[in-house]
């Protein structure tokens, strides 16, 4: 319950609903403030928020004041609280079709039943069971509220994740971010998130987008746009005439990338578009007019065509729709945008490249090699830019009817013209709910995605992530024997090297409809609009625009086939689960019993010699460098994710614990296991540490002079009890918000990580773990300063501290520099101090 006796804004109560007095709400328009109507609509997300959580104590009056002047204080670095709605929790493991579910549910049976105890012992908390889609997706069709109508309150929906793609809520008018696990673990706990108020970047969107245009374009060209921009830690808040030519599945998809272009949120305000998506997915009507009404009344109600309403922004860019053009993105970055047209020639000058994010180094004379290999004994063959796999899948284009269902036009159009996918391509369809699935059978496009490949495989995130599965024998021999550049070509949000699959070096992001084109094509080397897809018996050319859908056809189909009625009979089923998820035997104590054998969920040793009294920072003295990374370097390249190689650290410990390869399952399944874990950190096979003159797990232990596996040189530091930190370049930790980013250097021994910068998220859960991250200063780098990593470093850590001061650092070699400690707010310090935000919080308990 609210504690209105001890709110100070308990005089801008009034009830929504004069007959319903019972239900009030906080009517900011109340305030009086001139300064409300100009405010940024996501930034009145905040100030609702944090007037109806005014207690005086976790949320200030001068918190509230703070964010009203937010045209002054988002310059300042100010800080204020946020207690968002509620919070989401995405459970890893690709959700598979019933056919493979026993196995699944086999496979992660104890993970399941933690699962399924928590929602027996913890209050408020919902589990979708698996099987049901993807997280995001289920939000955006299901979960989300748009308005919360709780406890005889009216309030903003609106939430944090642990998954950055939380962001696709946004779409919606759902004010939404990832965060880390820990930060999650928090708020779960009654703490507000504290925030630096951000600066809001307007969006401007005019124009029409080209009728053979895909939204997927359109999130590319926003994507490489809004890097150029600039808007690391800001929120984007899109208006202008152009939104209403986005439905809210387009709007949603470019929510969805904001962690790929570095904003915190990507806000799409509520308008009338948003009210027919609810009415489309089924909301029930009484739903509607409460939410309609009370955004109206609250000044939370977008029309985009009228340009009075438009507020205040910290700074304002443009897009014309018009000139969007059909592309792809990679073939290692998100934000690096291909034209289609443009496609072959940049991948073959990628191929010369030096080796880097656009760039492979292959020598000119071996950049047409070709390749023999069998298949199911019929003679095939690869060369350089060879399709391996093509995947549809990923939250950020299967919630888009549009593209979904233009996928599946273009596959009739190109079975009906005799077209087909070499059989040894990996192709698969994991869509992001049952919904999906609904649609694409009752339109009738179903059998000719299967026609090609694209059978539905499962529901989650599946090839976006790593677990496609193996290629056939063959066509890995004949990419590793001889050093081939294979791709894949996905519908995802990620391409990071070594994400997809270890034998796809290039990999590019694309619309559904150009996921089946390339795989139909079998090469990234073509010119679409010279060259044709294929040849029919009769011996006619068939080209790319022969069988690409319309905008206008894309449409007609969708209003007919994307129906209500399907939305509910979806998610009438959805928290019933399935005879799997209802036949798990769930544990029904308070207190989990932990299973000392379980090499799936272990009491985790973050607690272990904890203290009640708060313990003195301590410097940190004569610490190696584990790792010397450059730029870029990603949560990819950090967190245990993917297949568990069969040569690795983590292998090796399931191995004496009497398990067999087939055992291993994934890291994400055994993420409940810190032991699994700490040994898959920094295990990509494509991280570039500069000891080592070759990508790889490695690194040297310095006191002995070998190269060994990453896991076991920090292993050994920690027998000796050497401290250890990391070397980075710029933009440390981009990429999806995975906690064991965070977690797993500090179960390795790190102290602290020097970076030239860090993505926002990252740094927050480093800061949540006890981390230090320190940044050099302005126009210093490890090159600059001559740092080879192979000093020992000892960092000053000061009794008292103040947010982003700078610090000594001194080396063994007699010389010292400064850096930026990056702990950004007073109460990140805090938690500092606690040793992570966890031990805050247990602390704050056991003091309450």
């Known amino acids: 319950m609210l504690k209105i006796m001890s709110n100070p804004y308990a005089d801008l109560l009034e009830p929504l609903d004069p007959n319903r007095k019972e239900k009030k709400f906080y009517n900011l328009c109340k305030l009086g403030d001139e300064r409300y109507a100009r405010l940024p609509f996501s930034i009145r997300v905040l100030l609702e928020a944090a007037v109806r959580n005014c207690d005086c104590f976790l949320v200030k009056k001068d918190d509230v004041e703070n964010i009203l002047n937010w045209k002054v204080t988002q310059h300042n670095g100010v800080e204020v609280p946020f207690k968002p709605a509620r919070v989401i929790l995405q459970d890893f493991t690709p959700d ?383 990419i590793t024997k001889n050093d081939l550049v294979a791709v894949g070509v996905l519908s995802g949000n990620r391409n990071f090297e070594g994400r997809v699959h270890p034998n796809t070096r290039a990999n590019y992001l694309a619309s559904p409809p150009l996921v089946i084109a390339y795989a139909i094509a079998g090469s990234i080397r073509i010119n679409f609009e010279v060259e044709p897809l294929g040849v029919t018996a009769e011996g006619k050319e068939i080209f790319l625009r022969d069988i690409w859908p319309t905008r206008e056809e894309l449409q007609a189909i969708e209003r007919e086939f994307v129906i209500p009625a399907m939305f509910k009979e979806v998610y009438e089923k959805i928290e019933k689960g399935n005879e799997c998820w209802n036949s798990l035997n769930a544990p029904g104590d308070k207190l989990y019993a932990w299973n000392p054998r379980s090499t799936y969920i272990k009491s985790p040793p973050f607690f272990e010699n904890l203290t009640v009294e708060l313990q003195s920072p301590k410097p940190i003295i004569d610490a190696y460098v584990l790792l010397n990374l450059g730029d870029s370097v990603t949560t990819d390249h950090i967190s245990p994710a993917g297949n568990i190689a069969r040569n690795s650290p983590a292998a090796r410990y399931l191995t004496d614990r009497g398990l067999t390869p087939r055992q291993f399952n994934s890291y994400g399944s055994r993420r409940g296991n810190d032991a699994v874990m700490a040994r898959g950190t920094f295990a990509n096979i494509r991280l570039l540490n500069k000891f080592l003159n070759k990508q790889g797990p490695q690194t040297i232990h310095f006191p002995s002079g070998e190269i060994l596996d990453v896991y076991d040189a920090a292993d050994r530091y920690q027998q000796h009890a050497h401290p250890l930190i990391i070397l980075a370049g710029k933009e440390y930790g981009s990429g999806s918000s995975r906690d064991w980013a965070a977690k797993g250097p500090y179960l390795q021994g790190i102290k602290a990580v020097l970076a030239e910068s860090y993505e926002r998220i990252h740094r927050s859960n480093l800061v949540g773990m006890g981390i230090i991250p320190l940044e050099y200063l302005p126009g210093q780098t490890a090159d600059s300063l001559g740092l080879t990593g192979r000093e020992r470093f000892t960092i000053s850590v000061p009794n008292q501290m103040k947010p982003k001061m700078n610090v000594e650092i001194k080396l063994d070699t007699g010389k010292s520099f400064q850096a930026t400690m990056r702990f950004d707010t007073d109460v990140e310090l805090a938690y500092f101090h606690h040793g992570g935000i966890l031990n805050y919080m247990i602390r704050k308990m056991i003091s309450n």
């Open 96 to 478: 598979s079709l019933q056919k493979n579910q026993e196995i699944e549910f086999e496979r992660n049976k104890e993970r399941f039943e933690f699962l399924k105890w928590g929602s027996k012992a913890f209050r408020n908390m919902r589990i979708i069971p698996p099987g049901s889609g993807i997280i995001h997706q289920v939000n955006l069709e299901y979960l989300a509220r748009v308005v919360f109508d709780q406890d005889g309150y009216y309030y903003p929906d609106s939430l944090v994740g642990t998954d950055s793609h939380t962001t696709m809520i946004d779409g919606l008018g759902v004010l939404g971010w990832g965060v880390g696990g820990i930060e999650a673990e928090a708020v779960m706990l009654g703490q507000p998130i504290s925030m630096v108020l951000p600066e809001v970047v307007g969006y401007k969107l005019v124009g029409s987008p080209h009728s053979l245009v895909t939204s997927t374009d359109i999130v590319l060209t926003v994507t490489k746009h809004l890097r150029q921009v600039g808007v690391v830690g800001k929120f984007v808040e899109f208006f202008g005439p152009g939104v209403v030519r986005l439905s809210i599945a387009d709007r949603a998809t470019i929510a969805n990338m904001c962690p790929e272009y570095g904003a915190t949120a990507a806000f799409f305000p509520v308008d009338k578009i948003s009210m027919k998506y609810l009415e489309q997915t089924g909301r029930d009507e009484n739903k509607l007019n409460y939410i309609e009404k009370y955004l109206k009344t609250v000044g939370m109600f977008r029309d985009f065509s009228d340009s009075s309403q438009d507020p205040e922004f910290t700074q304002i860019v443009e897009l014309d729709l018009s000139t969007v053009v059909s592309c792809c993105s990679g073939p290692k970055r998100p934000q690096d945008k291909v034209a289609v047209s443009n496609m072959k020639q940049d991948f073959e000058s990628c191929l010369t490249a030096k080796r880097g994010f656009k760039g492979f180094q292959i020598p000119q004379v071996r950049q047409d090699d070709k390749v023999k290999f069998q298949y199911n004994n019929q003679d095939y063959e690869l060369c350089h830019g060879s399709v391996v796999i093509a995947a549809i899948t990923s939250c950020t284009n299967t919630s888009n009817p549009s593209v979904m269902l233009g996928a599946g036009l273009l596959a009739k159009k190109a079975v009906e013209a005799g077209l087909n996918v070499k059989p040894y391509i990996k192709t698969s369809l994991s869509p992001g709910s049952g919904v999906v699935t609904y649609y694409l059978k009752e339109s009738g496009v179903m059998p000719y995605l299967a026609k090609l490949g694209f059978d539905v495989v499962g529901y989650g995130c599946m090839t976006c992530i790593g677990n496609s599965g193996p290629l056939p024998e063959s066509v890995v021999e004949a």
